[in-house]
């Protein structure tokens, strides 16, 4: 830089000074003035909008894969395919220390580096490049933070292209910068300007290529029930997967039946005062996470090899307490399925599905013992079960009927012995539901709503009945 221009600078500034403007108090003032803004802005964001509940935290759950929150994605995405390196990828330190260590430092020591005084863009191309080398690499890399880096059939490709675009091109175009402008000197501003252009470009366009190839995996949401009466159903709707096996839709079992192994065992009913009034909130959870091994109950909780979170057992327990303990009182829950208006035929995903869950499910499913008979899709409960088919359209003697309605089936080949028992074997349904498996079953099992709503006829007023419901099948 010329004396000339350094005693312009020295200049202005010396202008700028005496026009007045203080940093304290007069900027800080300004600062302070915002940062309320924003903390306002803050207070209201919380209030009015918030942060959606997450489910409880498990420390005992090892299937949880720790995330870090979107800002930090690029530093993360930055590990995965740094690891990509053969012989680099080994020395992990380099990448989780060295580099952003030495990156942070180049910041801190940028005054020191770049002494240059002009701030006119077209005099400041080094930094202006580099700065917005490493801004699209940080943008790009965080948008391809949930591309995994390995294939399902093993294939590296994705992360040899991520390792390219994230590092590669951006490492080169950045070398080539300091080289021009420290090793050759004399090239112009332009090609400077072309090379991190063009080092974007690639970076952009080989990070949209892997985003449209190797598409994000879809992640299961998981809803979080935060009203009680959502705990209360999402308890309900655990507890009839899970236990209705044993302790039966209203837990009033107190003979195991129908249960591999457990057969005529005898256990306290878990809706009793006696077992609700001595066990709390605490132990009740802990029963269920760990089961009663010993007596066959297996553990449910996942810390002991279960299927379910503690927020999930939470839901059980907040469902046993608001159902069945009197101490409680249960807010008005959504019915099992939409009451029948007179003449409409109820179809399995509306009527069927629930109702099959809450009383047919837990032992229904695959690994229980169950005659083969699966229950949780609607062919399966058409085509499955031993005696298969367990239900056919328009037939009365449906065996999924007759057991329902309490007749068990005898043996053919022995008469006295039964082949099936009454379902479900440990409880019974209202005769309500009887009747909505029934009309399901003679006008046609329709699957959907809207085939049903084909079935369905609208009684005709002053005939004479309330509605009788379609017992045939209407055209
Ligand atoms: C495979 C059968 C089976 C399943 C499924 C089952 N339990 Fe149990 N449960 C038992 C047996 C057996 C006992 C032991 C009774 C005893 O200790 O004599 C028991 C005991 C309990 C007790 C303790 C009763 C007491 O007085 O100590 C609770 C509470 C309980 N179960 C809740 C549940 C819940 C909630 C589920 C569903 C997540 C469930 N159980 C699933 C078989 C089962
Ligand atoms: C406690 C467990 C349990 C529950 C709950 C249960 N079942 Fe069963 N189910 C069985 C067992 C075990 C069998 C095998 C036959 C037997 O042991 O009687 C069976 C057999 C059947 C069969 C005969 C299947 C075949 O092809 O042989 C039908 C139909 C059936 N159940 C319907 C139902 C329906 C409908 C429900 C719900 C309302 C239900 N079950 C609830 C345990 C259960």
């Given at each position: 830089m010329d004396n000339e221009t350094k005693q312009k600078i020295n200049k202005r500034y010396e202008r700028e000074l005496n026009r007045g403007e203080r940093f304290w108090p007069d900027s800080i003032f300004k600062d302070l003035i915002v940062s309320l803004g924003i903390f306002v802005l803050l207070i209201m964001l919380a209030t009015f909008i918030g942060v959606d509940a997450q489910p409880r935290v498990d420390p005992s759950d090892?299937?949880?894969?720790?995330?870090?929150?979107?800002?930090?994605?690029?530093?993360?995405?930055?590990?995965?395919?740094?690891?990509?390196?053969?012989?680099?990828?080994?020395i992990e330190w380099l990448a989780t220390v060295a580099v952003p260590g030495l990156v942070i430092l180049v910041l801190?020591?940028?005054?020191?580096i770049d002494r240059n005084p002009n701030r006119y863009y077209g005099k400041r191309v080094l930094p202006i490049s580099v700065m917005a080398i490493?801004?699209?690499?940080?943008?790009?890399?965080?948008?391809?933070?949930?591309?995994?880096?390995?294939?399902?059939?093993?294939?590296?490709?994705p992360g040899i292209l991520q390792a390219i675009a994230g590092m590669?091109?951006?490492l080169v175009a950045i070398i080539l910068l300091f080289l021009m402008?420290?090793?050759f000197r004399k090239t112009s501003t332009k090609t400077m300007i072309w090379t991190a252009a063009i080092s974007a470009i690639l970076t952009i366009g080989l990070t949209g290529g892997v985003l449209a190839w190797f598409p994000v995996p879809a992640t299961t949401e998981t809803a979080v029930a935060t009203t009680l009466v959502d705990q209360i159903s999402a308890g309900q709707d655990l507890y009839s997967v899970n236990c209705v096996e044993c302790h039966g839709d209203d837990g009033k079992v107190t003979k195991i039946e129908g249960v591999k192994g457990l057969e005529g065992k005898l256990i306290p009913a878990i809706n009793s005062t006696d077992v609700l009034y001595t066990l709390d909130d605490a132990t009740l959870a802990e029963v269920i996470a760990y089961g009663r091994p010993e007596a066959g109950m297996t553990p449910f909780g996942k810390a002991y090899g279960g299927q379910l979170s503690t927020s999930d057992i939470e839901n059980i327990v907040t469902f046993m307490r608001y159902t069945w303990d009197d101490r409680f009182e249960a807010p008005k829950l959504k019915p099992l399925y939409p009451p029948l208006a007179a003449g409409e035929v109820p179809s399995y995903d509306v009527h069927i599905a629930p109702i099959v869950k809450r009383y047919c499910l837990s032992c229904h499913q695959a690994g229980k013992q169950n005659n083969n008979y699966l229950m949780d899709t609607y062919d399966d409960i058409l085509k499955t079960g031993d005696q298969a088919p367990n239900v056919t359209a328009g037939d009365e003697n449906s065996t999924l009927l007759k057991v329902i309605e309490g007749t068990p089936i005898?043996?053919?080949?022995?008469?006295?012995?039964?082949?099936?028992?009454?379902?479900?074997?440990?409880?019974?349904?209202?005769?309500?539901?009887i009747n909505v498996f029934k009309l399901w079953i003679m006008n046609g099992m329709p699957?959907?709503?809207?085939?049903?709503?084909?079935?369905?006829?609208t009684p005709t007023p002053g005939a004479g009945s309330t509605g009788t419901p379609a017992t045939t099948p209407t055209p």
């Amino acid at each position: 830089m010329d004396n000339e221009t350094k005693q312009k600078i020295n200049k202005r500034y010396e202008r700028e000074l005496n026009r007045g403007e203080r940093f304290w108090p007069d900027s800080i003032f300004k600062d302070l003035i915002v940062s309320l803004g924003i903390f306002v802005l803050l207070i209201m964001l919380a209030t009015f909008i918030g942060v959606d509940a997450q489910p409880r935290v498990d420390p005992s759950d090892t299937t949880y894969i720790p995330r870090p929150e979107w800002y930090f994605l690029f530093l993360f995405k930055f590990l995965a395919i740094y690891g990509q390196i053969p012989v680099l990828g080994k020395i992990e330190w380099l990448a989780t220390v060295a580099v952003p260590g030495l990156v942070i430092l180049v910041l801190a020591l940028m005054p020191f580096i770049d002494r240059n005084p002009n701030r006119y863009y077209g005099k400041r191309v080094l930094p202006i490049s580099v700065m917005a080398i490493i801004v699209v690499d940080i943008v790009m890399l965080t948008i391809m933070a949930d591309v995994p880096t390995v294939t399902e059939n093993g294939s590296m490709l994705p992360g040899i292209l991520q390792a390219i675009a994230g590092m590669v091109i951006p490492l080169v175009a950045i070398i080539l910068l300091f080289l021009m402008t420290f090793v050759f000197r004399k090239t112009s501003t332009k090609t400077m300007i072309w090379t991190a252009a063009i080092s974007a470009i690639l970076t952009i366009g080989l990070t949209g290529g892997v985003l449209a190839w190797f598409p994000v995996p879809a992640t299961t949401e998981t809803a979080v029930a935060t009203t009680l009466v959502d705990q209360i159903s999402a308890g309900q709707d655990l507890y009839s997967v899970n236990c209705v096996e044993c302790h039966g839709d209203d837990g009033k079992v107190t003979k195991i039946e129908g249960v591999k192994g457990l057969e005529g065992k005898l256990i306290p009913a878990i809706n009793s005062t006696d077992v609700l009034y001595t066990l709390d909130d605490a132990t009740l959870a802990e029963v269920i996470a760990y089961g009663r091994p010993e007596a066959g109950m297996t553990p449910f909780g996942k810390a002991y090899g279960g299927q379910l979170s503690t927020s999930d057992i939470e839901n059980i327990v907040t469902f046993m307490r608001y159902t069945w303990d009197d101490r409680f009182e249960a807010p008005k829950l959504k019915p099992l399925y939409p009451p029948l208006a007179a003449g409409e035929v109820p179809s399995y995903d509306v009527h069927i599905a629930p109702i099959v869950k809450r009383y047919c499910l837990s032992c229904h499913q695959a690994g229980k013992q169950n005659n083969n008979y699966l229950m949780d899709t609607y062919d399966d409960i058409l085509k499955t079960g031993d005696q298969a088919p367990n239900v056919t359209a328009g037939d009365e003697n449906s065996t999924l009927l007759k057991v329902i309605e309490g007749t068990p089936i005898p043996d053919p080949k022995d008469p006295t012995q039964t082949l099936i028992r009454a379902m479900p074997p440990n409880g019974h349904m209202s005769p309500d539901i009887i009747n909505v498996f029934k009309l399901w079953i003679m006008n046609g099992m329709p699957q959907t709503a809207e085939d049903a709503a084909k079935l369905s006829v609208t009684p005709t007023p002053g005939a004479g009945s309330t509605g009788t419901p379609a017992t045939t099948p209407t055209p």
